[in-house]
């Protein structure tokens, strides 16, 4: 398969008064063409942050990549390291938007109130393609008609307010979808919408990814959203990736003691047992646990958890787990803590 996207053992920190925030600590995944991955975990494990840095869309006066690379594969020429390019210059100019989309959390901050939809859908289309301003309406149009907006050539001249929530979203979709981008993001694209509409989006998403073989990146806390979408998934913990692991397996054999606790605590139909939450919260960016950052939640926790971060063992050929019960130099005991 063709690979589209490689992010190899990427740090994204950040220095704050406080402090250092390590918001993105070694992690790694590769993307191919036409193909899912979804990075599920808790709010604040990380998600959100590794996307944006490969948007290099991060102040560099509170963000610094500091170790790590993130390669693109063009469909022409050489691959692109992400990590050194401007954030502000031409090259990443070019990609972003273009060849890399992404579909922004909250589509109400993410739209420019005081210009109509298609106006900013014309803007990317404008700066990525040689058109002219009436070929460029006449595409915001077509891509508003595309993502299921209804009455496209009165909608393009109206403004986000004017919208409903699922209508914004699907703007948003609209205006990633502009360019035909290979590599397209989203970031919690169903959030705040009710179910119907959920559906709606994850299906108008995964219908114009097969039409061109798009790559998807899926960010999500939704496991229910995971299931539906992805092809491989990552579980991410504190900025760490603690499994990784086609979907299926996620779902059917779970790894990790924190994947296992996540798919727990998700209703599920059948179920006979109550469902049981995992103990704890997620430790604040100034409180990171010595060792595996998920001891002090985990009902498998070993002497050694608390005392060395775990390595990732590889379980298959497209598996692994960060976590100590599967090194088989250890024998594997509870510790109450």
């Known amino acids: 398969m063709e690979t589209v996207l490689e992010v190899d053992s990427l740090k994204t920190y950040f ?10 600590d070694g992690v790694s995944f590769a993307l191919q063409a036409g193909k899912t991955l979804g990075i599920v975990g808790e709010s604040g494990c990380g998600k959100s942050v590794t996307s944006r840095t490969i948007m290099r869309l991060l ?15 063009p469909a022409e020429g050489p691959p692109i390291e992400l990590t050194q390019v401007d954030p502000y210059g031409d090259q990443i100019r070019d990609i972003r938007g273009n060849e890399i989309a992404m579909i922004f959390q909250e589509p109400m901050t993410s739209l420019n109130p005081v210009y109509t939809i298609g106006q900013q859908i014309m803007e990317a289309i404008l700066l990525h393609q040689d058109v002219s301003k009436e070929e460029a309406r006449e595409r915001a149009i077509d891509v508003l008609r595309l993502v299921g907006i209804p009455l496209p050539e009165r909608r393009v ?23 035909n981008p290979r590599i397209l993001i989203a970031d919690e694209p169903t959030t705040a919408l009710d179910v ?8 108008l998403i995964q219908q114009i990814q097969q039409d061109n073989h798009m790559a998807l990146i899926m960010i999500t806390h939704d496991l229910n959203v995971i299931g539906e979408v992805a092809d491989h998934v990552i579980v991410m913990y504190l900025g760490q990736v ?3 692991a086609p979907v299926d397996d996620i ?11 996540l798919l727990n605590s998700l209703p599920m139909i059948g179920r006979d047992k109550r469902l049981e939450p995992i103990t704890g919260s997620v430790p604040g960016p100034h409180e990171r646990p010595r060792g595996c950052p998920f001891a002090p939640r985990c009902p498998q926790v070993m002497d050694v958890c608390r005392a060395e971060s775990p390595p990732r063992f590889v379980l298959g050929p497209a598996s ?4 100590w019960l599967y090194d088989e130099t250890i024998e594997v005991g509870h510790d109450p803590g």
């Open 320 to 323: 692994d787990v960060a976590c």
């Open 59 to 73: 102040s560099p006066n509170l963000a610094r990549i500091v170790a790590g690379s993130i390669k693109y594969y």
């Open 196 to 203: 119907t509409i959920e559906a709606q989006i994850l299906e």
């Open 15 to 24: 220095y704050i008064e406080q402090g250092v925030v390590r918001a993105v």
């Open 251 to 261: 779902f059917d054999n779970p790894k990790h003691p924190y994947t296992q606790g």
């Open 157 to 179: 001249d109206q403004y986000p307010h004017e919208f409903s929530g699922g209508m914004r979203q699907r703007a948003m979709i609209a205006m990633a979808l502009s360019c």
């Open 242 to 244: 603690v499994e990784s």
